[in-house]
């Protein structure tokens, strides 16, 4: 005689891991009898992932496109050197010291104190925290901020006290939101920040290029002009052919760096136009969305509806 109970074919809490694998007639089996908590968990998933792309904020790419100004010089005097450069030939060398200066210098607490300085624009980036009828900074209100530091501090997370935007603040949204992306066969570079805010965004990349040309122009413009007054003085005392043809030489060069940085021209990057917003928002993408809202709600189904299979057998 078989005892009670042991006459069925399926153990009470069998995996669905048979074997190093998936068993798939048991999943099956599990979703045709939990039908309805399987799609209703789903259902949840998606609704979820709808809510959310009515909440999340639209954001914009905003695109400005810049090149080497010494390269759009060499180019307006038919030098063969441009041509090469615009070809994409030798583009370890292109565009000059001063136009890889300033890109590494984009996202540097140069730039940030550049941005910083603008008050206008400093209340624009972070307007969550200006209080326009107060006319000043407060941390924006929170009803869940008490209760997340407190699990946070129990957990050993440390929280960073709250202080009004400056230099530090921008420095880190510069290196979280803009994008230097180049472009090896045109020499073309160009700076992307995905906003909900498009217009804020082009004012960030005007003010980028204008503060680090001006800057780049000044350093320059005031170290050419200290290095042209002591090759001076060293020509009046050395006598020595070759050594005076070194400094004739390096005073050359200091000269032009001199007269470029002096004229009223782009310096280290000339922009290709104005800032351009994309026609369509780059996030949130709702295929993304409900593709993972589907992903997750039948795996979370496929969890709840085999808990509740096994729970009743």
Aim: no cysteine; aromatic share 8%.
């Amino acid at each position: 005689m078989v005892p009670a109970g042991q006459g069925d074919s399926q153990p009470r809490d069998r995996s669905l891991l048979q074997g190093g694998s998936i068993d798939l007639r048991y999943l099956a089996r599990i979703v045709r009898a939990e039908a309805f908590t399987f799609v209703t968990v789903l259902l949840i998933g998606v609704a979820l992932a709808i809510l959310y792309l009515h909440i999340a904020s639209t954001r914009y790419a905003v695109r400005m496109e810049i090149i080497s100004a010494s390269a759009t010089e060499q180019k307006q005097s038919g030098g063969l050197s441009a041509l090469s450069s615009i070809a994409g030939i030798d583009l370890g060398s292109e565009g000059g010291p001063q136009f890889r200066i300033f890109l590494g210098s984009l996202r540097s607490p140069i730039a940030a104190a550049a941005i910083a300085s603008d008050q206008d624009l400093l209340r624009a980036i972070f307007y969550r925290e200006w209080s326009q009828s107060e006319q000043r900074w407060r941390q924006p209100p929170s009803r869940f901020r008490p209760v997340i530091h407190a699990v946070g501090n129990l957990l050993g997370w440390k929280f960073a006290t709250w202080s009004p935007p400056g230099v530090s603040r921008v420095f880190d949204y510069l290196n979280d939101q803009l994008k230097v992306i180049p472009d090896a066969k045109g020499g073309v570079i160009t700076l992307q920040i995905d906003s909900d805010r498009p217009e804020i965004a082009e004012r960030i990349l005007l003010t980028l290029n204008s503060a680090m040309n001006e800057r780049l122009r000044q350093h320059d413009l005031e170290h050419s002009s200290i290095d042209i007054d002591y090759l001076t003085k060293r020509l009046l005392e050395v006598n020595v052919v070759e050594y005076r043809s070194a400094l004739i030489f390096n005073l050359a060069e200091q000269e032009k760096t001199r007269m470029q940085a002096s004229a009223p021209l782009p310096y280290a990057s000339d922009v290709l136009g104005k800032p351009m917003v994309s026609s369509q928002p780059v996030s949130p993408k709702p295929v993304v969305a409900w593709i993972l809202g589907i992903i997750f709600g039948g795996l979370f189904g496929l969890w709840a509806a085999s808990a509740k299979y096994n729970r009743r057998r």
